[in-house]
């Protein structure tokens, strides 16, 4: 930022400005907390940078290098296209608050003027979307097929909560400084207003969308803020060195240094503070610590030595105490060997999907008492609550398992329990379960596909295959009994139509199968039964189920193989639709 001090040069306000990054909470805790967006915070910089040494960008190499570096930063972490939003922001409505007085006195010079910057900005936002589409044309197609906001609806909060968050990290006193920097800053004529004016403009819109738009909190979106917070702070000292004298300036520079160290080690180094200083000062982000750390150890011990190689681990908890992730990189960084398979369980509603698959699959359950959540709103972590109420309340679907008379007590009175199958779980306590939490859930999480696979040992994948389409590859092997290979329907089962497809052998025809379809009530119990028996003889075998339900059921639609002519390995593409 150039600074009009008669003695200070932009050199050594730049510098001062990386020392106070380094000094400011919000600029360390998300790098200390193993979030890589410092990255994608100094590319938007550096396009800063770029862009204040022209304001017209008049200069030809401007163009290429800030459209480059936006669209990297957005590559580098997707959530820094709101950066880019703010940066695009910024500099249009800069263009526009500094044609105003040229607007006054000659229109057509005016608009000329805006047409060329306007021309420019739009060239950079070409060459940014011709760096994504280069260096990122899967990140793109993402983009562009999927809804975030829908997908993470879950963290969204209200806008009050939002600016109370983004206050908090930077704490009042370093904000009001900040302020003064800017506002005497320009007052007194040391700084340079179009500058500064970005900046503020820059600050501002980004706070605008994370408020109103975004809505989300986090360590790591503290970096949309933190530049401008910073250069204030730096204009503030600077400011304080040319405008004051003697005893004076060095009051207010050793009362204002005292204080950014005191509010970093406020907020990094262990210990209690007086309630009432917290929203004067930063956030607090001390060392992550844990003090039930040999609790953690023993219990990857225990599973180490009780649970059989490759049987599924379904962990319920979802907070910093215990959750999957925890588990899998505890038993890393304990061993060499990794022998704990891990489930990657749902843990928020908007983005993940129903439990009740990988709840049928795991053969160990974990879940820890209260119940653990880490969003803001834990009433958007139902598909945590539902299998945490499943074995608080010893559902049927938990009386399939056994509770493990080992306990391990984790940090803030956390009491964590160990359950072990003991049967496996019928078709109508799937279905009973089922209907228990797309009840409570309310509406279907985001990341749910549209069937869901009862059988705990297959693992095959369905693909979409069109509009109510859908396509799998199967193995007759693969198949045990009429419940081997069953599929539930995610959402509500239509009053009647059909399933139709066809049965293709992928090699020689082998033993034929039966293909049946089932209507459940939420008891678990058979309303409707069809079934269709498939012609071994040939390759390409047509299908067609018709159903009538009451429009209250559960579909689930099954495969049962032709065991008295079973031949081992016989592969097989099945596709079907369902009208209704």
Avoid at 163 to 168: D, G, R, S, V
Avoid at 358 to 370: D, G, M, Q
């Amino acid at each position: 930022m150039p600074f009009r001090a008669r003695y200070k040069t932009p050199e050594q306000f730049s510098d001062s400005s990386v020392l106070l990054a380094l000094l400011t909470p919000a600029a360390l805790a998300p790098t200390l907390r193993a979030y890589p967006d410092v990255g994608a915070a100094f590319l938007i910089g550096l396009a800063i940078l770029v862009y204040l040494h022209d304001l017209h960008l008049s200069k030809g190499w401007q163009i290429p290098v800030i459209g480059f570096l936006i669209g990297a930063a957005i590559l580098f972490r997707r959530h820094y296209a709101y950066g880019a939003i703010a940066f695009f922001g910024a500099i249009t409505l800069q263009a526009i608050i500094s044609s105003i007085p040229t607007f006054r006195h000659n229109h057509r010079q005016a608009w000329r003027d805006l047409w060329i910057i306007g021309i420019r900005i739009g060239l950079v936002g070409v060459i940014a979307f011709l760096t994504m589409l280069l260096f990122g044309k899967p990140f793109l197609s993402r983009l562009v097929s999927i809804n975030y906001g829908l997908l993470y609806a879950s963290y969204e909060v209200s806008s009050k909560v939002v600016l109370n968050f983004i206050i908090a990290n930077y704490g009042w006193i370093a904000l009001i400084l900040a302020t003064l920097g800017y506002v005497l800053g320009m007052m007194k004529g040391l700084l340079s207003r179009p500058v500064a004016l970005f900046l503020l403009l820059f600050g501002g819109i980004s706070i605008i969308q994370w408020t109103l738009a975004v809505r989300q909190i986090g360590v790591h979106y503290t970096l949309h803020f933190t530049l401008p917070v910073v250069l204030g702070l730096a204009a503030f000292f600077w400011m304080t060195l040319s405008i004051t004298r003697g005893m004076w300036r060095l009051s207010i520079l050793a009362g204002g240094m005292t204080f950014i160290i005191a509010n970093l080690l406020i907020s990094l180094v262990p210990g209690q503070i007086n309630p009432k200083l917290e929203p004067w000062v930063a956030y607090r982000y001390p060392p992550l610590y844990r003090s039930d750390y040999n609790e953690v150890v023993e219990l990857v011990k225990n599973l180490r030595d009780s649970v059989l190689d490759n049987n599924p681990i379904y962990v319920v908890d979802s907070s910093g105490w215990m959750n999957y992730d925890l588990l899998i990189k505890a038993e890393q960084a304990l061993y060499k060997d990794q022998k704990l398979n891990v489930l990657i369980t749902p843990q928020i509603d908007s983005r993940d999907f129903y439990p009740l698959e990988l709840l049928l699959k795991a053969n160990t359950v974990i879940v820890s008492t209260p119940a653990q959540y880490h969003l803001y709103d834990p009433g958007e972590q139902k598909v945590v609550t539902m299998v945490y109420q499943a074995f608080k309340d010893n559902w049927k679907i938990a009386q399939d398992f056994t509770r493990l008379p080992e306990q391990f007590n984790l940090s803030d009175n956390v009491t964590l329990n160990v359950y072990r199958r003991v049967v496996p779980t019928s078709l109508e306590t799937a279905v009973q379960t089922f209907a228990v939490m797309r009840d409570s859930i309310g509406r279907r999480p985001g990341g749910q596909p549209d069937w869901i696979n009862l059988n705990p040992m297959i693992s095959n994948p369905i693909f979409n295959n069109g509009d109510n389409a859908w396509v799998t590859n199967l193995d007759t092997n693969q198949l045990g009994q009429e419940s081997a290979y069953s599929l539930l329907f995610a959402d509500p089962a239509p009053a009647s139509g059909k399933l139709s497809g066809t049965w293709e052998f992928l090699g020689k025809p082998c033993p034929g199968a039966t293909l049946g379809i089932k209507m459940l009530d939420s008891a678990g119990q058979i309303t409707f039964k069809n079934e269709f028996t498939l012609d071994q003889k040939k390759t390409l075998l047509p299908f067609e189920l018709e159903f009538q339900g009451q429009g209250v059921d559960y579909l689930v639609y099954y495969i049962k193989p032709n065991f008295d002519n079973a031949r081992g390995s016989c592969p097989f593409q099945l596709k079907w639709t369902l009208t209704k």
